[in-house]
């Protein structure tokens, strides 16, 4: 079908005043994105000749937050109403564009086939007004559509100005239509504001085709939940439960298990590869690409991150901008983040954070450590404990660690510092000089040993515990409790 006479004009100038928010409504969140985003989207795929935006509330903003789309905007200011937002379009589309579709920017569900239909319906009846509607369970707060005997449509009655034996209406106004432009510029130019909020609304627009002998349709979407649109925090909710059951579904049908998916949260642009298991309560935002035969146990999040296959991702493990190498482990309890990368089969346990780090092939690094601003070759063994102190107070500083090094357990390898290939670091070591290769880094006070001590210590204390002569106890108590136990007590 071609489309080059469509043009596409999306409402987005109002406030949103039921969300109680400083936000504009259409930059709202819902489904991972800004409503305005998601309706963006969907319009994109009709390549209609032109998409129009209309804006007024936080223009700045709105317009921000689109730019990269390429869509065109028109200010619409002060904003009077549904019917006033069309007419101010006019001067934005071309002459030659017979037909527009008119969505508001609040009801992000709506899919291009959807609209492509509504389109090539309009056409195929020549109505001079096609409407998108939708049969609701609860139908209130939403413009009501009217039919006459012959089941065309006579009028849209906002749901303030319902009748009395028109309130049992379900059949409700999406606000998304399809115009034949020659016929409602005219009756845009003659609508008046006979409502409570004293706006122009488009929805009397219809009435007025009507009383000129139009034709007016509408078509039911056939799935309600796509016209739903966002006035209030409830109903932004109510859409992400759609969105996110959207795209569960679509991750489960290219061939990955999800169990409880409805704890499961999944943002759209979000890639998971067959055979992967994902387990209740985790979330995958951002750019997430995970690979084929992952496993991503219970309440770990991934942000941007990216894993190949056969990742392993254990329970409550937080995974941000970083890569997983195929065959990686992490977790339970692990925070990679800032561009950590785990070359193949590398392995971070509990309680490790890993920023800006690359550990290579076989890398272990099981317990308690911050691995910052490193390298670290394969084959390389980080003791529990393990602390790079990158940070100077002014500057990061790398920690350059070679191939099959062993780091004993609690080192702090202070940085600009380097462990060559093969070394070993003593355990409890604070390392600030390189270590060569093939060497072992000691970094420790020697221990002293002080034979008896402890023994003399508990006969110092037992002594002193005994009374020596009645009724003096409290004084000796006291006296000898602050004693030092003879022979061992001395202090280095
Ligand atoms: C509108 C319809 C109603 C329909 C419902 C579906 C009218 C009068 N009513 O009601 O029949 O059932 O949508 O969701 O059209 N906007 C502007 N400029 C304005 C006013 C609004 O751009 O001057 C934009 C808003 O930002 C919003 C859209 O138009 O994106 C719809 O406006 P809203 O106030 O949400 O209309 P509803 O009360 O929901
Ligand atoms: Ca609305």
């Known amino acids: 079908m071609s489309t080059s006479d469509l043009a596409v004009v999306i409402l987005a100038a109002g406030k949103g005043t039921r969300l109680k928010s400083n936000l504009a409504k259409v930059l709202h969140r819902s489904g991972g994105r800004p409503l305005i985003e998601h309706v963006i989207r969907a319009c994109q795929s009709l390549k209609a000749r032109e998409i129009v935006v209309v804006i007024g509330h936080q223009a700045a903003e709105v317009t921000a937050a689109i730019a990269v789309s390429g869509v065109r905007t028109v200010l619409q200011q002060p904003q009077r109403g549904t019917g006033h937002a069309m007419l101010v379009t006019r001067r934005a589309i071309p002459p030659s564009v017979k037909f527009a579709i008119l969505l508001p920017g609040d009801a992000p569900l709506i899919r291009t086939e959807t609209l492509a239909a509504l389109l090539r319906a309009h056409k195929e009846t020549g109505a001079a007004a096609t409407i998108l509607s939708a049969e609701l369970e609860n139908p209130a707060g939403y413009g009501r559509i009217v039919r006459g005997d012959d089941g065309s449509v006579s009028a849209i009655v906002e749901d303030s100005a319902l009748a009395q034996d028109q309130r049992g209406i379900r059949e409700i106004n999406s606000s998304i239509y399809c115009f034949s432009l020659d016929k409602l510029w005219p009756c845009l130019a003659s609508l008046r504001p006979q409502n409570v909020h004293k706006e122009l609304y488009l929805t009397d627009a219809i009435a007025l085709l009507r009383q000129k002998g139009e034709n007016v349709q509408a078509v039911m979407a056939a799935d309600a939940d796509e016209v739903l649109g966002c006035n209030t925090r409830a109903d932004l909710a109510a859409v992400d439960v759609v969105f996110r059951r959207r795209k569960r579904a679509a991750i489960m049908d290219a061939g990955v298990t999800i169990e409880l998916p409805e704890t499961v949260l999944i943002d759209p642009e979000v890639i998971v590869g067959a055979d992967t298991r994902i387990e209740p309560c985790v979330q995958l935002l951002g750019k997430t690409r995970i690979g084929a035969a992952c496993t991503i146990r219970t309440g770990s999040v991934l942000s941007d991150a990216v894993l190949e296959e056969n990742v392993l991702v254990k329970p409550h493990s937080i ?22 990368r785990l070359e193949k089969n590398a392995r971070v346990g509990n309680f490790v954070e890993v920023k800006k780090s690359v550990l290579g092939e076989d890398v272990k690094s099981m317990h308690l450590s911050y691995l910052g601003d490193a390298r670290i070759g394969a084959g390389t063994n980080i003791g529990a404990g393990t602390i790079t102190c990158n940070y100077d107070g002014v500057n990061k500083n790398p920690t350059t660690i070679g191939k099959r090094v062993f780091i004993g357990s609690n080192s702090a390898l202070v940085a600009p510092v380097r462990v060559g290939d093969g070394a070993y670091v003593a355990a409890g070591s604070t390392i600030t000089n390189n270590v060569p290769p093939d060497a072992l880094g000691i970094g420790r006070g020697p221990q002293v040993n002080k034979p008896g001590w402890a023994a003399a210590r508990r006969r110092a204390m037992a002594a002193a515990a005994k009374p020596t002569k009645p ?22």
Do not use: E, N, W, Y
């Open 471 to 492: 009724g003096s106890r409290k004084k000796s108590k006291s006296a000898v409790s602050r004693r030092k136990p003879r022979k061992a007590g001395r202090r280095r």
């Open 319 to 340: 995974v941000v901008s970083s890569h997983l190498s195929r065959g990686t482990q992490v977790g339970p309890f692990a925070h990679l983040r800032d561009g950590a």
